[in-house]
Protein backbone atom coordinates (compact mmCIF):
# COMPACT_ATOMS: atom_id res chain seq x y z
CA UNK A 1 0.00 0.00 0.00
CA UNK A 2 0.99 3.64 -0.71
CA UNK A 3 1.62 6.06 1.82
CA UNK A 4 -0.48 8.45 0.17
CA UNK A 5 -2.58 7.96 -2.64
CA UNK A 6 -4.34 9.54 -5.16
CA UNK A 7 -6.44 9.21 -8.38
CA UNK A 8 -4.43 9.91 -11.01
CA UNK A 9 -7.15 11.76 -13.15
CA UNK A 10 -7.94 13.68 -15.26
CA UNK A 11 -10.57 15.10 -13.64
CA UNK A 12 -12.85 17.40 -15.80
CA UNK A 13 -14.68 20.61 -14.25
CA UNK A 14 -16.86 22.97 -16.43
CA UNK A 15 -15.37 26.71 -15.50
CA UNK A 16 -17.25 28.52 -12.25
CA UNK A 17 -17.61 24.86 -10.78
CA UNK A 18 -16.46 23.74 -8.11
CA UNK A 19 -13.01 20.81 -8.25
CA UNK A 20 -13.08 18.48 -5.42
CA UNK A 21 -9.42 16.54 -5.06
CA UNK A 22 -8.87 14.06 -2.40
CA UNK A 23 -6.25 11.84 -1.24
CA UNK A 24 -6.10 9.25 1.13
CA UNK A 25 -3.02 8.79 3.48
CA UNK A 26 -1.79 5.42 5.55
CA UNK A 27 0.21 6.67 8.30
CA UNK A 28 -2.34 7.66 11.45
CA UNK A 29 0.59 9.55 13.10
CA UNK A 30 0.89 12.25 10.81
CA UNK A 31 0.34 15.47 11.26
CA UNK A 32 0.42 17.69 8.90
CA UNK A 33 -1.23 17.85 5.03
CA UNK A 34 -0.12 19.66 2.08
CA UNK A 35 -1.50 20.39 -1.36
CA UNK A 36 1.13 21.14 -4.02
CA UNK A 37 0.21 22.45 -7.53
CA UNK A 38 2.60 21.46 -10.59
CA UNK A 39 1.61 22.80 -13.89
CA UNK A 40 3.26 21.07 -16.95
CA UNK A 41 6.84 21.25 -17.46
CA UNK A 42 7.31 23.39 -14.12
CA UNK A 43 8.13 22.54 -10.33
CA UNK A 44 5.70 22.03 -7.63
CA UNK A 45 4.92 25.14 -5.98
CA UNK A 46 2.77 24.83 -2.51
CA UNK A 47 -0.61 26.03 -1.85
CA UNK A 48 -2.32 25.32 1.57
CA UNK A 49 -0.97 22.96 4.42
CA UNK A 50 -3.21 22.25 7.22
CA UNK A 51 -2.41 20.86 10.54
CA UNK A 52 -4.63 17.65 12.02
CA UNK A 53 -6.52 20.22 14.28
CA UNK A 54 -8.22 21.51 11.44
CA UNK A 55 -9.63 22.31 8.34
CA UNK A 56 -8.18 25.66 6.19
CA UNK A 57 -10.01 28.67 3.40
CA UNK A 58 -8.02 30.77 1.75
CA UNK A 59 -9.27 32.77 -0.86
CA UNK A 60 -10.91 30.03 -3.57
CA UNK A 61 -8.81 27.01 -1.59
CA UNK A 62 -10.23 25.41 0.71
CA UNK A 63 -8.60 22.09 2.69
CA UNK A 64 -9.73 19.70 5.23
CA UNK A 65 -8.92 16.79 7.01
CA UNK A 66 -10.63 13.84 7.78
CA UNK A 67 -8.37 12.09 10.23
CA UNK A 68 -11.16 9.30 11.13
CA UNK A 69 -10.73 7.91 7.41
CA UNK A 70 -7.56 9.08 7.08
CA UNK A 71 -8.35 11.35 3.70
CA UNK A 72 -7.65 14.60 2.94
CA UNK A 73 -9.46 16.97 0.51
CA UNK A 74 -8.30 20.02 -1.72
CA UNK A 75 -11.96 22.27 -2.53
CA UNK A 76 -11.20 24.98 -5.38
CA UNK A 77 -14.43 27.14 -5.79
CA UNK A 78 -15.25 29.40 -8.90
CA UNK A 79 -12.44 27.25 -11.43
CA UNK A 80 -10.78 28.55 -13.75
CA UNK A 81 -8.43 27.13 -16.94
CA UNK A 82 -5.49 28.25 -15.09
CA UNK A 83 -6.36 26.13 -12.12
CA UNK A 84 -5.68 23.77 -14.90
CA UNK A 85 -2.75 21.16 -13.27
CA UNK A 86 -1.57 18.61 -11.28
CA UNK A 87 -2.32 18.47 -7.52
CA UNK A 88 0.32 16.62 -5.26
CA UNK A 89 -1.01 15.69 -1.68
CA UNK A 90 1.76 15.48 0.47
CA UNK A 91 2.05 13.99 4.00
CA UNK A 92 4.14 14.42 7.10
CA UNK A 93 4.69 11.49 8.83
CA UNK A 94 5.72 12.36 11.93
CA UNK A 95 9.56 13.18 12.07
CA UNK A 96 10.14 12.28 8.48
CA UNK A 97 10.04 13.73 5.52
CA UNK A 98 7.74 14.53 3.02
CA UNK A 99 5.55 11.83 1.38
CA UNK A 100 3.78 12.81 -1.42
CA UNK A 101 1.03 11.05 -3.87
CA UNK A 102 1.35 10.64 -7.60
CA UNK A 103 -0.82 13.52 -8.72
CA UNK A 104 -4.54 14.17 -9.63
CA UNK A 105 -4.86 16.07 -13.15
CA UNK A 106 -7.17 18.74 -13.27
CA UNK A 107 -8.96 20.22 -16.16
CA UNK A 108 -11.05 23.15 -15.76
CA UNK A 109 -12.88 23.56 -18.94
CA UNK A 110 -13.78 27.27 -20.59
CA UNK B 1 16.60 35.67 -3.81
CA UNK B 2 17.09 33.54 -6.79
CA UNK B 3 15.56 30.71 -5.54
CA UNK B 4 16.31 27.06 -5.71
CA UNK B 5 18.91 26.79 -8.72
CA UNK B 6 19.73 23.60 -11.03
CA UNK B 7 22.04 22.58 -13.56
CA UNK B 8 22.02 21.72 -15.52
CA UNK B 9 18.47 22.17 -17.03
CA UNK B 10 18.24 19.41 -19.51
CA UNK B 11 20.93 16.13 -19.49
CA UNK B 12 21.02 13.85 -22.16
CA UNK B 13 23.98 11.37 -22.02
CA UNK B 14 23.96 7.34 -22.96
CA UNK B 15 24.06 4.61 -20.96
CA UNK B 16 27.12 3.83 -18.98
CA UNK B 17 28.11 7.66 -18.88
CA UNK B 18 28.66 9.45 -15.72
CA UNK B 19 25.94 11.68 -14.65
CA UNK B 20 26.23 14.43 -12.17
CA UNK B 21 22.99 17.03 -11.05
CA UNK B 22 23.93 20.23 -9.16
CA UNK B 23 21.83 22.57 -6.69
CA UNK B 24 22.15 25.39 -5.24
CA UNK B 25 19.63 25.61 -2.18
CA UNK B 26 18.41 28.60 -1.04
CA UNK B 27 20.48 30.88 1.05
CA UNK B 28 19.75 30.02 4.87
CA UNK B 29 17.61 26.93 4.22
CA UNK B 30 19.40 23.98 6.49
CA UNK B 31 17.47 21.01 4.95
CA UNK B 32 18.15 19.97 1.04
CA UNK B 33 16.12 17.13 -0.82
CA UNK B 34 16.36 15.55 -3.61
CA UNK B 35 13.24 13.88 -5.86
CA UNK B 36 13.03 12.09 -8.75
CA UNK B 37 9.86 12.81 -10.72
CA UNK B 38 8.44 9.69 -13.41
CA UNK B 39 5.04 9.31 -14.70
CA UNK B 40 5.06 5.61 -13.41
CA UNK B 41 6.15 6.71 -9.88
CA UNK B 42 5.26 9.81 -9.35
CA UNK B 43 7.52 12.45 -7.03
CA UNK B 44 9.78 10.06 -5.08
CA UNK B 45 12.36 11.86 -2.50
CA UNK B 46 15.31 10.23 -2.65
CA UNK B 47 17.58 11.90 -0.07
CA UNK B 48 17.74 14.45 1.94
CA UNK B 49 20.72 16.44 4.44
CA UNK B 50 20.15 18.63 7.35
CA UNK B 51 23.12 21.27 7.86
CA UNK B 52 25.10 19.25 5.24
CA UNK B 53 24.42 16.17 7.00
CA UNK B 54 22.85 13.29 5.19
CA UNK B 55 19.65 12.39 7.12
CA UNK B 56 17.98 9.78 4.77
CA UNK B 57 19.02 8.30 1.67
CA UNK B 58 16.47 5.10 2.38
CA UNK B 59 15.16 6.16 -1.27
CA UNK B 60 18.30 6.24 -3.28
CA UNK B 61 17.39 3.68 -5.06
CA UNK B 62 20.60 1.89 -5.45
CA UNK B 63 24.53 2.67 -5.56
CA UNK B 64 24.76 3.48 -8.81
CA UNK B 65 23.54 7.02 -7.03
CA UNK B 66 25.28 9.12 -4.69
CA UNK B 67 24.59 12.19 -3.37
CA UNK B 68 26.70 15.16 -1.46
CA UNK B 69 26.33 18.15 0.23
CA UNK B 70 30.02 19.69 1.09
CA UNK B 71 28.53 22.49 1.89
CA UNK B 72 25.16 24.97 2.38
CA UNK B 73 25.25 26.37 -0.71
CA UNK B 74 26.29 23.39 -2.76
CA UNK B 75 25.04 19.47 -3.86
CA UNK B 76 25.20 16.78 -6.10
CA UNK B 77 23.73 14.09 -7.43
CA UNK B 78 25.44 12.08 -9.40
CA UNK B 79 24.38 8.80 -11.23
CA UNK B 80 27.46 5.81 -12.09
CA UNK B 81 26.91 4.24 -14.63
CA UNK B 82 23.15 5.20 -15.77
CA UNK B 83 20.89 3.49 -17.23
CA UNK B 84 18.01 4.38 -19.52
CA UNK B 85 15.54 3.62 -16.80
CA UNK B 86 17.34 6.84 -14.75
CA UNK B 87 15.40 9.07 -17.01
CA UNK B 88 13.30 11.16 -15.09
CA UNK B 89 13.17 14.44 -14.04
CA UNK B 90 15.21 15.46 -11.02
CA UNK B 91 13.57 17.65 -8.60
CA UNK B 92 16.07 19.66 -5.66
CA UNK B 93 14.36 21.58 -3.01
CA UNK B 94 15.52 23.31 0.32
CA UNK B 95 13.38 24.59 3.26
CA UNK B 96 13.86 26.56 6.47
CA UNK B 97 14.20 24.20 9.01
CA UNK B 98 13.04 20.82 10.24
CA UNK B 99 9.19 22.49 11.07
CA UNK B 100 9.15 24.73 8.12
CA UNK B 101 6.05 23.50 6.55
CA UNK B 102 7.02 25.01 2.53
CA UNK B 103 9.80 23.21 0.59
CA UNK B 104 10.77 25.18 -2.48
CA UNK B 105 11.56 23.54 -5.14
CA UNK B 106 14.05 24.29 -7.71
CA UNK B 107 12.99 23.92 -11.50
CA UNK B 108 14.19 20.54 -12.06
CA UNK B 109 17.03 18.86 -14.45
CA UNK B 110 15.34 16.35 -17.10
CA UNK B 111 17.85 13.59 -17.62
CA UNK B 112 17.19 11.39 -20.68
CA UNK B 113 19.72 8.45 -20.69
CA UNK B 114 19.65 6.95 -24.39
Known amino acids: QKEVEQNSGPLSVPEGAIASLNCTYS??????FFWYRQYSGKSPELIMF????GDKEDGRFTAQLNKASQYVSLLIRDSQPSDSATYLC??????????FGSGTRLQVQP | DAGVIQSPRHEVTEMGQEVTLRCKPI?????LFWYRQTMMRGLELLIY????????DSGMPEDRFSAKMPNASFSTLKIQPSEPRDSAVYFC????????????FGPGTRLTVL
Open chain 2, 93 to 104: ASSLFAGSNEQF
Open chain 1, 27 to 32: DRGSQS
Open chain 1, 50 to 53: IYSN
Open chain 1, 90 to 99: AVKPGRRALT
Open chain 2, 27 to 31: SGHDY
Open chain 2, 49 to 56: FNNNVPID
